[in-house]
C-alpha cells in the first residue's frame, strides 16, 4: 500500500528565516507530486507539480521553491520566510502512468510565521 | 484559470437529515470532478469521484453533476457527527493533462446529534 508522510508536522518560525518541507511517497513508483498550500480560512491553492525527478513546474508564485531530489521526495523551501507564508500545506501524489486525476494527499505541515 | 464557489458557506444538520452541498465552476473544460473532506487540521480524503453528467454513490455519499449548467452537487445520507469537517469540490481539465486542480473554498459541515 502507498503512504505518503509529511515532515514536519508543524512548525513555528521568525520572518526572514528560511523553511524547509519535505514528503516522501512510499509504495508507488514515479508517482506525480504536488505542493499545495491553504491559508487559514482559505482556498486549496496548488503552487507546484512534478511529473519526475529533477522536474518541477510552478503554478502560482509565492517566493517559494520546490525540488524532487529523488523519485519518492519532494521538498518545498525558500531562504526567506514572508508573514504571508503562514498556512497548512499538503503534499499530494496521483499515478504518472494512469492519471485519472485521482489526488492522495498526506496529513500537511501547519506553518506558523511570527 | 477556473473558478470553483461552493455553496453554502456553512451547514448545520441534525444526525439522520440528509446535507446538500453545491459547487459551481466557470467553464466546460474540466471533465473530472472529485468531492473531498477534511478533518480539521487533516489532509483531504477523497468521497466520490464523477467524469460524466449524471449520478455517482459511493455510499453514503451521492454526486450528481450537470456541466451544462457548471455544476455538482453532493449529497450525503444519513449524516453523522463524525461527517462534521470541511467539505471540499475539486475540478481538474483534461486539457491540462489533469496536472492543474482547482478547489472551491469549502463548505463547513456540522452534523448535531
Redo the contacts between chains.
Keep these: 500500500a502507498q503512504t505518503i508522510h509529511q515532515w514536519p508536522v508543524a512548525e513555528i518560525k521568525a520572518v526572514g528565516s528560511p523553511l524547509s518541507l519535505g514528503c516522501t511517497i512510499k509504495g508507488k513508483s514515479s508517482p ?1 507530486l ?1 505542493w499545495y498550500w491553504q491559508a487559514t480560512g ?5 503552487l507546484f ?1 512534478s ?1 519526475t525527478v529533477g522536474q518541477v ?1 510552478s ?1 502560482v508564485q509565492l517566493n517559494l521553491s520546490a525540488s524532487r531530489p529523488k523519485d519518492d521526495q519532494f521538498i518545498l523551501s525558500t531562504e526567506k520566510l514572508l508573514l504571508s507564508h503562514s498556512g ?1 500545506y ?1 503534499c ?1 501524489w ?1 499515478p504518472h502512468r494512469v ?10 505541515s ?1 506553518l506558523t510565521v511570527l | 484559470q477556473q473558478k470553483v464557489q461552493q455553496s453554502p458557506e456553512s451547514l448545520t444538520v441534525s444526525e439522520g437529515a440528509m446535507a446538500s452541498l453545491n459547487c459551481t465552476f466557470s467553464d466546460g473544460t474540466s471533465d ?1 470532478f ?1 468531492w ?1 473532506r477534511q478533518h480539521s ?6 468521497l466520490v ?1 464523477i467524469f460524466s453528467d449524471g449520478e455517482k454513490e459511493e455510499g453514503r455519499f451521492t454526486a450528481h453533476l450537470n456541466r451544462a449548467s457548471l455544476h455538482v452537487s453532493l449529497h450525503i445520507r444519513e449524516p453523522q457527527p463524525s461527517d462534521s469537517a470541511v467539505y ?1 469540490c ?1 475540478m ?1 481539465p483534461s486539457n491540462t ?10 463548505t463547513s459541515l456540522t452534523v448535531i446529534p
Excluded: D, H
Excluded at chain 2, 493533462?97 to 469549502?106: A, L, T
Design positions: 506525480n504536488y482559505g482556498t486549496l491553492q496548488q507539480y511529473i513546474e503554478v497548512f499538503l499530494a496521483s492519471n485519472t486525476g485521482q489526488l492522495y494527499f498526506g496529513e500537511g501547519k | 473530472n472529485r473531498y487540521g487533516k489532509g483531504l480524503e477523497v469521484s471540499l475539486a481538474s493533462g489533469y496536472q492543474n486542480f482547482y478547489f472551491g473554498k469549502g
